[in-house]
């Protein structure tokens, strides 16, 4: 589904979710001042600047603060099952499923969604700008050798973009044996980076996308694809199993993220007039 017509419909979630956040009357209460939670996060909320847009609002409200541990969705995941965080927020929905269902995790809560973009150089060498299907697009990228960069880092973005050549294109990515696909493990900003600098294609989230300053000659050159959406959720780790976890200020975090004021402050993010995040907590099939 094209980016605008998904940005359509998150204006009649939003409005639904408002009317049943509000009868459930959220944010009831605010906790003492200098109270503090620890959210290990995917990189890409962080890098496109969301935090910095949603956090003021929510400690105002509140009276928490919110430390961001912001590393791919694999390394906040290790991070939960360690205790050492008292929420996370990722993008990867079965890993996110396992999580909850291996009780380290309450309950997963969608947030928002955006979508993944295949970045390209201007010079297109595998001349696949302005094709509508991903899977014909990597298939072209690896027949023309053309360099790809690749997260290589168990993030949420990584995790998509294996999906995309293992499922859909049906290439076994991780046993290519080429100097053209290359595994960096390092986070979003750093991958296209590295593609500017190598004029080569990267599939990147849309929000840290929009929110790189220096895009150099790089493109958007395959978006629109439905295989290409990009769900973001909330978990609140379970007391149970890491007694440490302040459950009670995690789910307040959690309670504002769904709520009708969260919703709107999501959708009010933008850069450039350019939505980065569209929300959509109360989508049953998110």
Request: net charge positive.
């Amino acid at each position: 589904m094209p980016w605008t017509n998904l940005k359509r419909t998150s204006i009649s979630l939003l409005t639904v979710g408002a009317i049943t956040c509000a009868s459930l009357g959220f944010l009831s209460w605010a906790a003492p001042p200098h109270q503090k939670i620890v959210v290990a996060s995917t990189t890409s909320a962080k890098d496109s600047g969301l935090y910095d847009h949603l956090l003021p609002l929510f400690r105002q409200k509140t009276g928490i603060a919110v430390v961001v541990v912001a590393v791919g969705t694999g390394q906040a995941l290790d991070i939960a099952r360690r205790g050492d965080a008292d929420a996370i927020l990722i993008h990867a929905k079965v890993p996110e499923l396992q999580f909850v269902h291996e009780g380290h995790g309450v309950k997963r809560y969608p947030v928002m969604y955006n979508d993944f973009v295949l970045i390209g150089p201007t010079s297109d060498p595998a001349g696949i700008k302005g094709m509508t299907d991903i899977a014909e697009a990597l298939r072209t990228i690896r027949n023309k050798q053309a360099t790809f960069i690749s997260r290589g880092d168990r993030s949420g973005t990584h995790l998509a973009e294996l999906a995309l050549w293992n499922r859909d294109a049906g290439i076994n990515i991780e046993k290519i044996d080429g100097a053209w696909y290359r595994p960096m493990a390092r986070g979003m900003k750093a991958a296209l980076r590295e593609a500017r600098a190598s004029g080569g294609y990267v599939l990147s989230d849309r929000g840290t996308w929009l929110s790189l300053r220096d895009k150099g000659d790089l493109k958007i050159m395959v978006e629109g694809d439905r295989r290409l959406f990009n769900q973001y959720s909330v978990i609140l780790l379970n007391a149970e199993k890491h007694p440490r976890v302040k459950k009670e200020l995690g789910q307040q975090f959690i309670n504002w993220l769904v709520s009708p004021e969260g919703q709107q402050a999501i959708a009010d993010y933008q850069i450039n007039g350019e939505h980065l995040f569209l929300p959509n907590a109360h989508d049953p099939d998110a």
